[in-house]
């Protein structure tokens, strides 16, 4: 079907409750009221495997009705989109099956624990396109002003020739040795550890604000506590990286470092990138979310050097439908735009961004860096998917 929002509004579900769910509810119930967006959605539905705790759940965030079997959900004819907000493991048969029920998709990143999954989806995606159906990948940091605005200054040309990408994402939950197993550190849910759930970030803000793809990488990874004690006392193997540390060379002939850890001690949401071209470098840090530092080195040396910009006016991306200049946004801020963006496109019949192919570039990067680390980080190209 082409548009499957009727008469103006967009039945929504959301599977799973858990940070991403809440934020994720928290986008939906507000995007709407902010920016002028051609769907209304309707909370129609949320899924999750424990009734009580998801009737709790719905309750709280506004949602009508509960289903405890996700096939439920993509089956119902008052659902038009999936929104997955579960660990990773079930993001691939929850979106190959919604996709086929002619749902459109929002899926929480890494697109997929494997490049194989990553890849049917992104098929799946481009088969259920031609029929009006919609993907996207929830890379929420494009949706920062701060960084969306970084990338008009690398597209507009205020960098000039982009040579260098310095990209980190440091938070510190996991630097206590007796912080509690989780899902996060099982790889047959969540894939791999650092990497995937940070690196996935970073990659994707490097190629989204240079307008580049990463050609190659070289790179470790390292888990410093093997094994850890969940809530019942019992001990478990970590299966997955606790940091990832690589190099990169980009399409365009940068170069890029890059490093995701959760043992940062003090670092609590560091996601920063550096860029350094022939006009002009850039800098950001998530901790700072609404400043962006710009050095324009076309200005004169006397007097040039790095200054702050604050992202807060309404010529910067998104800032127009929020509060009067200079008062600031917050980490959910982006996922309302996410949506915001969502409903644009779906309301339009476009493509919204980041798509499954772009989802599948960044988990062809994410299992490069894995494939290298595991051959003495050795160089590994990495395949462009052709989009
Ligand atoms: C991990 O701690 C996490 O919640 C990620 O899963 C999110 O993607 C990131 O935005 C914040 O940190």
Same mark, same amino acid.
């Given at each position: 079907?082409?548009?499957?929002?009727?008469?103006?509004?967009?039945? *929504?579900?959301?599977?799973?409750?858990?940070?991403?769910?809440?934020?994720?509810?928290?986008?939906?119930?507000?995007?709407?009221?902010?920016?002028?967006?051609?769907?209304?959605?309707?909370?129609?539905?949320?899924?999750?495997?424990?009734?009580?705790?998801?009737?709790?759940?719905?309750?709280?965030?506004?949602?009508?009705?509960?289903?405890?079997?996700?096939?439920?959900?993509?089956?119902?004819?008052?659902?038009?989109?999936?929104?997955?907000?579960?660990?990773?493991?079930?993001?691939?048969?929850?979106?190959?099956?919604?996709?086929?029920?002619?749902?459109?998709?929002?899926?929480?990143?890494?697109?997929?624990?494997?490049?194989?999954?990553?890849?049917?989806?992104?098929?799946?995606?481009?088969?259920?396109?031609?029929?009006?159906?919609?993907?996207?990948?929830?890379?929420?940091?494009?949706?920062?002003?701060?960084?969306?605005?970084?990338?008009?200054? *690398?597209?507009?040309?205020?960098?000039?020739? &982009?040579?260098?990408?310095?990209?980190?994402?440091?938070?510190?939950?996991?630097?206590?040795?007796?912080?509690?197993? /989780?899902?996060?550190?099982?790889?047959?849910?969540?894939?791999?550890?650092?990497?995937?759930?940070?690196?996935?970030?970073?990659?994707?803000?490097?190629?989204?604000?240079?307008?580049?793809?990463?050609?190659?990488?070289?790179?470790?990874?390292? /888990?410093?506590?093997?094994?850890?004690?969940?809530?019942?006392?019992?001990?478990?193997?970590?299966?997955?990286?606790?940091?990832? &540390?690589?190099?990169?060379?980009?399409?365009?002939?940068?170069?890029?470092?890059?490093?995701?850890?959760?043992?940062?001690?003090?670092?609590?949401?560091?996601?920063?990138?550096?860029?350094?071209?022939?006009?002009?470098?850039?800098?950001?840090?998530?901790?700072?979310?609404?400043?962006?530092?710009?050095?324009?080195?076309?200005?004169?040396?006397?007097?040039?050097?790095?200054?702050?910009?604050?992202? /807060?006016?309404?010529?910067?991306?998104?800032?127009?439908?929020?509060?009067?200049?200079?008062?600031?946004?917050?980490?959910?801020? /982006?996922?309302?735009?996410?949506?915001?963006?969502?409903?644009?496109?779906?309301?339009?019949?476009?493509?919204?961004?980041?798509?499954?192919?772009?989802?599948?570039?960044?988990?062809?990067?994410?299992?490069?860096?894995?494939?290298?680390?595991?051959?003495?980080?050795?160089?590994?190209?990495?395949?462009?998917?052709?989009?």
């Amino acid at each position: 079907m082409t548009d499957r929002g009727r008469a103006g509004t967009l039945g *929504v579900a959301l599977i799973g409750h858990a940070f991403m769910g809440a934020i994720h509810s928290q986008a939906w119930r507000t995007a709407h009221r902010f920016f002028d967006v051609p769907l209304t959605p309707r909370l129609v539905v949320l899924g999750g495997r424990d009734e009580r705790r998801t009737r709790e759940a719905a309750d709280r965030f506004g949602w009508a009705d509960v289903e405890t079997d996700w096939r439920a959900v993509v089956e119902r004819d008052d659902v038009d989109l999936v929104d997955i907000c579960t660990p990773g493991d079930t993001h691939a048969p929850i979106a190959l099956a919604a996709l086929a029920a002619g749902k459109h998709v929002l899926c929480e990143k890494p697109l997929a624990n494997t490049v194989a999954e990553a890849e049917r989806m992104a098929e799946a995606a481009e088969r259920a396109r031609a029929h009006g159906v919609r993907s996207m990948v929830a890379f929420n940091y494009r949706r920062v002003p701060a960084l969306a605005l970084a990338r008009r200054l *690398v597209a507009t040309g205020r960098l000039g020739q &982009v040579r260098h990408v310095r990209a980190v994402y440091l938070q510190d939950w996991l630097s206590d040795a007796a912080a509690p197993m /989780t899902w996060r550190l099982r790889r047959e849910q969540a894939g791999s550890g650092a990497l995937g759930d940070l690196g996935a970030h970073i990659v994707d803000a490097a190629q989204f604000v240079t307008g580049a793809h990463i050609t190659g990488v070289s790179g470790f990874t390292e /888990t410093f506590v093997p094994r850890r004690r969940g809530q019942d006392g019992a001990e478990e193997d970590v299966t997955v990286d606790d940091c990832a &540390v690589f190099t990169a060379r980009l399409s365009s002939g940068a170069v890029a470092t890059f490093e995701a850890t959760r043992y940062a001690l003090g670092r609590k949401n560091g996601l920063r990138i550096e860029v350094n071209g022939s006009r002009g470098s850039l800098a950001f840090d998530f901790e700072s979310m609404n400043e962006l530092w710009f050095h324009d080195g076309d200005e004169p040396s006397a007097t040039a050097g790095f200054r702050r910009i604050v992202v /807060t006016e309404p010529e910067h991306p998104y800032l127009a439908a929020w509060w009067p200049p200079g008062h600031g946004l917050g980490y959910e801020h /982006t996922f309302t735009h996410e949506i915001a963006d969502l409903l644009t496109a779906i309301g339009a019949g476009e493509d919204p961004e980041p798509g499954f192919t772009d989802g599948l570039r960044v988990q062809r990067v994410l299992d490069a860096v894995q494939r290298s680390a595991a051959d003495n980080a050795r160089w590994t190209p990495v395949p462009f998917a052709a989009g």
